[in-house]
Protein backbone atom coordinates (compact mmCIF):
# COMPACT_ATOMS: atom_id res chain seq x y z
CA UNK A 1 0.00 0.00 0.00
CA UNK A 2 2.72 2.94 0.79
CA UNK A 3 3.98 2.15 -2.68
CA UNK A 4 0.92 3.11 -4.36
CA UNK A 5 0.29 6.42 -2.22
CA UNK A 6 3.57 7.11 -3.27
CA UNK A 7 2.83 7.12 -6.82
CA UNK A 8 -0.11 8.41 -6.43
CA UNK A 9 1.65 11.31 -4.92
CA UNK A 10 3.92 11.53 -7.94
CA UNK A 11 0.88 11.76 -10.04
CA UNK A 12 -0.71 14.43 -7.72
CA UNK A 13 2.33 16.76 -7.86
CA UNK A 14 2.75 16.21 -11.51
CA UNK A 15 -1.01 16.93 -12.48
CA UNK A 16 -0.69 20.74 -12.25
CA UNK A 17 2.30 20.96 -14.96
CA UNK A 18 0.65 18.53 -17.08
CA UNK A 19 -2.34 20.51 -17.46
CA UNK A 20 -0.31 23.65 -17.90
CA UNK A 21 1.74 22.31 -21.04
CA UNK A 22 -0.87 20.58 -22.77
CA UNK A 23 -0.86 21.65 -26.29
CA UNK A 24 2.82 23.35 -25.75
CA UNK A 25 5.63 22.74 -27.99
CA UNK A 26 9.30 21.43 -26.43
CA UNK A 27 12.16 21.55 -28.05
CA UNK A 28 14.90 18.72 -26.75
CA UNK A 29 18.77 18.29 -27.93
CA UNK A 30 20.70 15.44 -27.13
CA UNK A 31 24.22 14.54 -28.58
CA UNK A 32 25.82 11.32 -29.49
CA UNK A 33 28.14 11.30 -26.42
CA UNK A 34 25.07 10.71 -24.23
CA UNK A 35 23.71 7.83 -26.97
CA UNK A 36 26.80 6.05 -25.36
CA UNK A 37 25.80 5.27 -22.05
CA UNK A 38 23.35 1.86 -21.77
CA UNK A 39 20.18 2.30 -21.92
CA UNK A 40 20.13 6.36 -22.52
CA UNK A 41 18.58 6.12 -25.99
CA UNK A 42 15.60 4.42 -24.51
CA UNK A 43 15.06 6.45 -21.37
CA UNK A 44 14.71 9.57 -23.22
CA UNK A 45 12.70 8.17 -26.16
CA UNK A 46 10.43 6.76 -23.27
CA UNK A 47 9.88 10.52 -21.63
CA UNK A 48 9.08 11.17 -25.09
CA UNK A 49 6.22 8.89 -25.49
CA UNK A 50 5.51 10.72 -21.58
CA UNK A 51 5.13 14.03 -23.03
CA UNK A 52 3.24 12.93 -26.21
CA UNK A 53 0.53 10.84 -24.24
CA UNK A 54 -0.16 14.09 -22.00
CA UNK A 55 -0.47 16.32 -25.04
CA UNK A 56 2.86 17.77 -25.35
CA UNK A 57 4.17 18.46 -28.96
CA UNK A 58 8.13 17.78 -29.44
CA UNK A 59 10.81 18.42 -31.51
CA UNK A 60 13.84 16.75 -31.08
CA UNK A 61 17.23 17.55 -32.29
CA UNK A 62 19.98 14.38 -32.57
CA UNK A 63 23.46 15.15 -32.71
CA UNK A 64 25.60 12.54 -33.21
CA UNK A 65 29.56 13.46 -33.06
CA UNK A 66 31.56 10.94 -31.91
CA UNK A 67 29.84 8.99 -34.58
CA UNK A 68 30.53 11.01 -37.23
CA UNK A 69 34.72 11.11 -36.18
CA UNK A 70 34.57 7.39 -35.88
CA UNK A 71 32.85 6.72 -39.18
CA UNK A 72 35.69 9.70 -40.69
CA UNK A 73 38.20 7.71 -39.13
CA UNK A 74 37.32 4.09 -40.66
CA UNK A 75 37.17 5.79 -44.27
CA UNK A 76 40.50 6.31 -44.04
CA UNK A 77 40.38 10.26 -43.38
CA UNK A 78 41.49 12.03 -40.55
CA UNK A 79 39.01 14.28 -38.59
CA UNK A 80 39.63 17.92 -38.76
CA UNK A 81 38.62 20.45 -36.26
CA UNK A 82 39.56 24.59 -36.11
CA UNK A 83 38.31 25.80 -32.28
CA UNK A 84 35.94 22.97 -31.79
CA UNK A 85 34.08 23.58 -35.99
CA UNK A 86 34.55 20.49 -37.82
CA UNK A 87 35.98 21.16 -41.21
CA UNK A 88 32.95 19.62 -43.67
CA UNK A 89 34.36 18.97 -47.30
CA UNK A 90 32.15 17.45 -49.54
CA UNK A 91 33.28 13.90 -48.49
CA UNK A 92 33.11 14.71 -45.02
CA UNK A 93 29.70 15.97 -45.60
CA UNK A 94 28.48 12.66 -47.19
CA UNK A 95 29.76 10.87 -44.41
CA UNK A 96 27.93 13.64 -41.68
CA UNK A 97 24.50 12.86 -43.17
CA UNK A 98 25.03 8.83 -43.20
CA UNK A 99 25.11 8.91 -39.70
CA UNK A 100 22.71 11.69 -38.61
CA UNK A 101 20.46 10.34 -40.78
CA UNK A 102 20.50 6.87 -39.38
CA UNK A 103 20.25 8.16 -35.57
CA UNK A 104 17.08 10.23 -37.11
CA UNK A 105 15.24 7.49 -38.73
CA UNK A 106 16.48 4.84 -35.96
CA UNK A 107 15.08 7.57 -33.09
CA UNK A 108 11.73 7.50 -35.16
CA UNK A 109 11.36 3.69 -36.01
CA UNK A 110 11.93 3.18 -31.99
CA UNK A 111 8.93 5.57 -31.21
CA UNK A 112 6.33 4.62 -33.57
CA UNK A 113 6.96 0.70 -33.22
CA UNK A 114 8.11 -0.08 -30.23
CA UNK A 115 6.28 2.98 -27.96
CA UNK A 116 3.32 3.69 -30.59
CA UNK A 117 3.59 7.41 -30.90
CA UNK A 118 2.96 9.54 -33.48
CA UNK A 119 6.15 10.59 -34.92
CA UNK A 120 8.34 11.57 -38.63
CA UNK A 121 11.29 12.90 -39.62
CA UNK A 122 12.06 16.76 -40.65
CA UNK A 123 13.87 15.74 -43.83
CA UNK A 124 16.36 19.04 -45.33
CA UNK A 125 14.54 19.05 -48.73
CA UNK A 126 11.40 20.12 -46.55
CA UNK A 127 13.19 23.29 -45.91
CA UNK A 128 11.53 23.74 -42.26
CA UNK A 129 14.69 25.64 -41.70
CA UNK A 130 17.12 27.33 -43.60
CA UNK A 131 21.16 28.10 -43.20
CA UNK A 132 24.06 30.29 -44.52
CA UNK A 133 27.49 29.40 -44.77
CA UNK A 134 29.82 30.45 -41.96
CA UNK A 135 32.46 32.68 -42.71
CA UNK A 136 34.74 31.93 -40.13
CA UNK A 137 37.65 34.70 -38.93
CA UNK A 138 41.01 33.81 -36.80
CA UNK A 139 42.53 36.77 -36.42
CA UNK A 140 42.90 38.41 -39.71
CA UNK A 141 42.66 35.28 -41.39
CA UNK A 142 39.08 34.23 -43.31
CA UNK A 143 39.32 30.20 -42.75
CA UNK A 144 36.87 28.37 -45.41
CA UNK A 145 35.46 25.53 -43.00
CA UNK A 146 33.81 24.05 -46.05
CA UNK A 147 30.17 23.04 -45.92
CA UNK A 148 29.82 24.68 -42.42
CA UNK A 149 26.48 26.87 -41.80
CA UNK A 150 24.86 28.79 -39.15
CA UNK A 151 20.52 29.09 -38.69
CA UNK A 152 19.56 31.75 -41.03
CA UNK A 153 15.89 31.19 -40.64
CA UNK A 154 12.63 29.06 -39.04
CA UNK A 155 10.10 28.34 -41.21
CA UNK A 156 7.65 28.14 -38.03
CA UNK A 157 4.63 27.76 -39.93
CA UNK A 158 5.42 24.86 -41.88
CA UNK A 159 6.82 23.43 -38.32
CA UNK A 160 3.40 23.43 -36.17
CA UNK A 161 1.26 22.69 -39.20
CA UNK A 162 3.20 19.30 -39.22
CA UNK A 163 3.52 18.57 -35.45
CA UNK A 164 -0.90 19.09 -35.84
CA UNK A 165 -0.35 15.38 -37.49
CA UNK A 166 2.62 14.04 -35.90
CA UNK A 167 2.95 15.40 -32.08
CA UNK A 168 6.85 13.98 -32.32
CA UNK A 169 8.95 15.23 -35.11
CA UNK A 170 12.84 13.87 -35.43
CA UNK A 171 15.96 15.88 -37.38
CA UNK A 172 19.06 16.04 -37.49
CA UNK A 173 21.06 19.87 -37.58
CA UNK A 174 21.31 19.71 -41.61
CA UNK A 175 19.97 22.64 -43.54
CA UNK A 176 19.79 23.78 -46.88
CA UNK A 177 20.61 27.06 -47.49
CA UNK A 178 19.36 29.76 -50.08
CA UNK A 179 22.66 27.99 -52.54
CA UNK A 180 21.01 24.75 -52.31
CA UNK A 181 23.75 24.05 -50.29
CA UNK A 182 23.48 21.43 -47.47
CA UNK A 183 25.32 22.35 -44.16
CA UNK A 184 26.45 20.73 -41.52
CA UNK A 185 25.47 23.35 -38.48
CA UNK A 186 26.13 22.90 -34.90
CA UNK A 187 23.04 21.11 -32.94
CA UNK A 188 22.44 23.49 -29.74
CA UNK A 189 22.05 26.79 -32.47
CA UNK A 190 19.50 24.65 -34.27
CA UNK A 191 17.73 23.61 -31.21
CA UNK A 192 17.41 27.25 -30.11
CA UNK A 193 16.98 28.56 -33.19
CA UNK A 194 14.14 26.30 -33.25
CA UNK A 195 12.81 27.23 -30.03
CA UNK A 196 12.99 30.69 -30.91
CA UNK A 197 11.66 30.58 -34.47
CA UNK A 198 8.17 28.58 -33.06
CA UNK A 199 8.82 30.52 -29.63
CA UNK A 200 8.67 26.71 -27.83
CA UNK A 201 7.76 26.51 -24.15
CA UNK A 202 10.37 24.78 -23.39
CA UNK A 203 14.56 24.14 -24.65
CA UNK A 204 15.63 21.18 -22.95
CA UNK A 205 19.72 20.21 -23.60
CA UNK A 206 19.85 16.62 -22.29
CA UNK A 207 24.05 16.02 -21.48
CA UNK A 208 26.49 13.81 -19.68
CA UNK A 209 26.51 16.22 -16.59
CA UNK A 210 23.91 17.25 -14.19
CA UNK A 211 23.84 20.97 -15.45
CA UNK A 212 25.85 24.18 -14.97
CA UNK A 213 28.01 24.02 -11.59
CA UNK A 214 29.99 26.21 -9.88
CA UNK A 215 32.20 23.58 -9.76
CA UNK A 216 32.35 20.50 -12.34
CA UNK A 217 34.32 18.75 -9.95
CA UNK A 218 31.27 18.81 -7.09
CA UNK A 219 28.23 17.59 -7.82
CA UNK A 220 26.87 19.71 -4.73
CA UNK A 221 27.65 23.03 -6.24
CA UNK A 222 24.49 22.12 -8.92
CA UNK A 223 23.00 25.66 -9.85
CA UNK A 224 18.99 24.66 -9.79
CA UNK A 225 18.06 28.07 -10.71
CA UNK A 226 19.91 30.58 -13.18
CA UNK A 227 18.54 33.61 -14.47
CA UNK A 228 20.43 35.72 -17.55
CA UNK A 229 21.95 37.86 -16.08
CA UNK A 230 23.68 35.67 -13.44
CA UNK A 231 24.41 33.38 -16.59
CA UNK A 232 26.53 35.85 -18.31
CA UNK A 233 28.52 36.87 -15.34
CA UNK A 234 29.65 33.21 -14.53
CA UNK A 235 30.48 33.10 -18.22
CA UNK A 236 32.55 36.08 -17.86
CA UNK A 237 34.08 34.78 -14.90
CA UNK A 238 34.90 31.73 -16.26
CA UNK A 239 32.83 29.49 -13.92
CA UNK A 240 31.04 28.20 -16.70
CA UNK A 241 33.34 27.16 -19.67
CA UNK A 242 34.30 24.85 -22.36
CA UNK A 243 31.92 22.45 -23.25
CA UNK A 244 28.75 24.23 -21.82
CA UNK A 245 29.02 27.38 -22.75
CA UNK A 246 27.68 27.18 -26.32
CA UNK A 247 24.50 25.65 -24.33
CA UNK A 248 24.08 28.19 -22.11
CA UNK A 249 24.82 31.20 -24.79
CA UNK A 250 22.20 29.63 -26.67
CA UNK A 251 19.95 29.29 -23.56
CA UNK A 252 20.35 32.99 -22.56
CA UNK A 253 19.74 33.62 -26.58
CA UNK A 254 16.19 31.57 -26.74
CA UNK A 255 14.97 33.03 -23.70
CA UNK A 256 15.54 36.43 -24.30
CA UNK A 257 13.67 35.72 -28.05
CA UNK A 258 10.31 34.35 -26.38
CA UNK A 259 11.41 31.27 -24.96
CA UNK A 260 9.94 30.61 -21.45
CA UNK A 261 12.42 28.00 -19.64
CA UNK A 262 15.86 26.51 -20.94
CA UNK A 263 16.87 23.25 -19.26
CA UNK A 264 19.94 21.44 -19.32
CA UNK A 265 19.65 18.32 -17.40
CA UNK A 266 21.70 14.58 -17.59
CA UNK A 267 20.95 11.55 -19.35
CA UNK A 268 22.72 9.69 -16.68
CA UNK A 269 19.97 10.26 -14.45
CA UNK A 270 16.60 7.36 -15.34
CA UNK A 271 13.64 9.61 -16.66
CA UNK A 272 15.16 13.41 -16.72
CA UNK A 273 12.75 14.58 -18.69
CA UNK A 274 9.78 13.91 -16.63
CA UNK A 275 11.79 14.23 -13.38
CA UNK A 276 12.79 17.94 -14.42
CA UNK A 277 9.27 19.21 -15.92
CA UNK A 278 7.18 17.42 -13.50
CA UNK A 279 7.91 17.86 -10.17
CA UNK A 280 8.89 20.78 -8.06
CA UNK A 281 12.54 20.85 -7.73
CA UNK A 282 13.62 19.42 -10.84
CA UNK A 283 17.02 17.27 -10.66
CA UNK A 284 19.17 19.92 -13.36
CA UNK A 285 19.58 23.89 -14.08
CA UNK A 286 16.53 25.74 -15.16
CA UNK A 287 17.29 29.09 -17.15
CA UNK A 288 14.89 31.92 -16.81
CA UNK A 289 14.58 35.55 -17.30
Sequence with gaps: MEEEIKKAEVLTEAYPYIREYRDKVFVIKFGGSI???????????????????????????????????????????KPLFIDG??????????????VLFAVRDDMVKHLIESLNVKAASLMPSEKFMTAKKVHYQKGQEIIDLGFVGQVAGVNADYINAKLEKEKVLVMAPLIYGKDNNLYNVNGDSVASGLAEGIKAEKLIFITDVLGVMRN??????????????????????????????????????????????????????????????????????????
Design 85 to 98: LRVTDMETLQIVED
Design 35 to 77: LRLPNVKENILRNVAFLEAVGIKTLLVCGGGPFITEEIEKRGK
Design 216 to 289: PQNTDTLISILQVSEAEELIEKNIIKEGMIPKVKAGISSIRKGVKKVHIISGNISNSIVLEIFTEHGIGTEICS
